[in-house]
């Protein structure tokens, strides 16, 4: 299985994909599907993989993501930003370009008051958690004004610790406009931009490494030696500057409360207006929050989720074996609290800093027992996708509502459909007066 981060193919030439507007990008991308020979999908996937509209940790805009899952032979890929939907249309018209199955998700942080007084999966902040919406599809945005309020939170947010931050890196002090906002293509700056423009900066105003090693030591309280080793290992600086300055007990770094963020009925509305799927958010059960994943999943579902999302690297590919044998464990009793509801499991590696993977390794011994539950959620997801958008057939729909007696029932035909769909494109006859078999049959012609 090939477990690379995204410069794994000497082959995969996409310069001509480094373009500033999507339709350039897909115009370069049609060119790019008639000059490469393209392999037969695999078994591998990530339905989270972020792009330059939040953080992409290797600049990989939404094409770029595309173009790379389908030169590695993925079976199917998974577009997730932070705060916006810019890169939906774009990501999923260059999959269909591509014959690659994909969806298309949003990741965001929601205030829970049930939680109020318990870190869920936000380290070190009680009541707010990091939470997701699945399956979108083009079209036109339904309740934009939340989008809008969602940017708007994160941007001031990220102003204001710049502010803080840049009074104590006064040397390098950021211009937000100048240095931070060029770096993503929406200006939906995050504090992995703004680490990168720092850094950017300190190479600047100290282009001597000795001088910019002990500007460094000094400002992030850390040894010669250490950022000697570092200074040009962007993934291992940026986040120390990241943790030191921008983290809990770092100048920068304020104390949200639950009321700054939407609350999880709210942001439930808008994706449900929009067609898409609810879904829980899983860091690795360590916390007061996920420690009783069955409570946990039980409350969140009486508040409407119907699928739930891991990044399963975090949780297995541990250096420490007892910290990666504990982790693995609280994953399995998750994955085996969600499968017992009858709730498609989602799986991925996000991408959103340098050096992650591109892809899991789902032949690791933790994660083995896991693929079928992986692929079926990646199946059910590349289903809903396709009978939404096609025919508004998707999972939560009223099509599916009124067609299946059960969740389980549901949650079955929607994998055997995405089996169906040998193709990631179908352009099957479909609508919303057709009998399951119907469908089935249909997604079934060659």
Known sequence: MNNATPDFDPLCDDAALIQPRPAERLTALQALCGSAALPDAGRDFNLHCHSTYSYNGYGLNPAELAWRGRRAGLYAMGLVDFDVLDGVEEFLAAAELLDLRACASIETRVFVPELADKVINSPGEPGIAYHMGCGFVPGTVQDQALLDRLKRIAQE?????????????DAIALDFEADAVPLTPAANVTERHVCEAY?????????????????????????????????????????LIRAKTMKAGGV?????????????????????????????????????????????LDLMMG?????????????????????????????????????????????????????????????????????????????????????????????????????????GEKKRFFATAGQALSAAFTRAALDASMAPGTVIENLRQP
């Open 157 to 169: 947010r990220t102003r204001g610790l710049v502010e803080r931050v840049n009074a104590y890196l």
């Open 199 to 239: 850094d950017r900066k300190a190479r600047e105003v100290f282009p001597e490494p000795a001088a910019r090693t002990a500007y460094w030591a000094e400002k992030l309280g850390a040894p010669l030696e250490k950022i000697g080793g570092i200074l040009d290992d962007p993934a291992t600086l940026q986040g």
């Open 252 to 296: 920068g770094y304020v104390q949200p409360a639950g009321p700054d963020f939407p609350g999880v009925a709210e942001f439930h509305a808008f994706i449900l207006a929009n067609g898409a799927i609810p879904t829980q958010a899983w860091l690795d059960g360590t916390t007061d929050g996920e420690a009783d994943p069955e409570a946990l």
């Open 303 to 407: 508040a409407g989720i119907a699928a739930v999302n891991v990044i399963p690297d975090r949780n297995w590919n541990l250096p420490d074996p007892d910290q990666r044998a504990l982790k693995a464990k609280k994953l399995y009793e998750f994955v085996a609290a969600a499968k017992a509801r009858d709730l498609p499991v989602l799986a991925g590696t996000e991408m959103n800093a340098p050096g992650q993977r591109f892809v899991d390794d789902f032949d690791a011994p933790e994660m083995a027992p896991l693929y079928e539950t992986f692929l079926e959620g990646a199946q059910i997801l590349h289903a809903h996708t396709q009978l939404q958008a096609r025919a508004g057939m998707g999972y939560l729909s009223d099509w599916a509502t009124a067609a299946f007696a059960s969740v």
